[in-house]
């Protein structure tokens, strides 16, 4: 008798094990946690807090330029799966007027079109090298010329210096260069393509405007542009001068706008149904024939 109540308890002690071990594995499996010993490739899931999917998946650096003296705060990503032997697209983000500082944060945080690649589904089906800049106070998305520049260095040339830097580093696909930005970022896109035209597939500027005067050379770049009809910011007005500025110079450009939307309209425009698979199918390639 005292033989078979062991053997019950011994029974009851296994049940236990196993319930606990199902039940641990059962965690595992809804977390996303590979157990030790899993197949390599396996795929971690991670979860970040909203809005700070890119920060949290980026390397805070700065870049010290060697022409101006400057040294710039800026935020790189690199896809997960980097491999050496592939080529990747680079984006340039070029943030707003509110975003000034060293702090190397405010430029990466909450910004539709860097949350939307580093996130599922674009993640996984559009990797690509991100670079975002943060001008310093008293800088501007210009050249030296500029009045709104108080550095009296010409920016410009910065951030193509640092463009420089990153194809030097990682295995870039030079005829995948896209640069975007909102407000003063859209400025400065409209600047980047005006002082360097040939270094870019794609151009989204949002919020932005320019040059009118300067769209001679802006004839080989597909942009899209993006405005909000309402804003009291930067009027649309300035971007639709810009637009027919670009087509009277033979250039390709499509404009966007929508009605009621204030001066921050990147939420809209970055979640275009057709946006993110037109800008990474555009190339030099492509652009020229």
């Known amino acids: 008798m005292k033989n078979i109540r062991w053997l019950l308890l011994l029974l009851l002690i296994l049940c236990l094990l196993v319930s606990c071990n199902t039940n641990r594995n059962e965690t595992l499996r809804q977390e996303g946690v590979s157990e030790p010993g899993a197949q390599s490739g396996s795929v971690v899931s991670s979860s970040y807090p909203q809005n700070e999917a890119f920060l949290h998946q980026s390397q805070a650096l700065v870049f010290s330029d060697t022409t101006s003296g400057m040294k710039m705060p800026y935020r790189i990503y690199v896809p997960p799966r980097y491999d050496a032997e592939k080529s990747y697209p680079l984006l340039l983000w070029l943030h707003g007027a509110g975003d000034f500082g060293t702090d190397n944060e405010k430029q990466a945080l909450g910004k539709p079109i860097l949350e939307s690649l580093t996130t599922s589904p674009y993640k996984e089906q559009y990797p690509c090298i991100i670079i975002a800049p943060q001008c310093p106070v008293g800088g501007y998305w210009s050249d030296d010329k500029s009045w709104r520049n108080e550095s009296n260095i010409n920016i410009l040339n910065v951030l193509y210096n640092l ?80 637009v027919y500025a670009i087509r009277q110079a033979g250039g390709k450009i499509r404009y966007t706008e929508y009605p009621g939307e204030g001066h921050d309209c990147t939420s809209k425009a970055y979640a275009e149904q057709e946006f993110i698979p037109w800008l990474f199918s555009e190339d030099h390639i492509t652009a020229e024939s």
């Open 163 to 242: 463009i420089g830097k990153v194809e030097d580093e990682y295995s870039v696909d030079a005829n995948r260069l896209y640069i975007t930005g909102f407000s003063m970022g859209g400025f400065g896109t409209y600047n980047m393509l005006q002082r360097y035209p040939e270094r870019f597939a794609a151009a989204v500027p949002v919020a932005g405007w320019g040059d009118e005067s300067q769209c001679a050379g802006m004839t080989h770049t597909p942009i899209w542009a993006f405005h909000g009809a309402a804003d009291q910011n930067i009027p649309a007005q300035l971007d639709k001068n810009m």
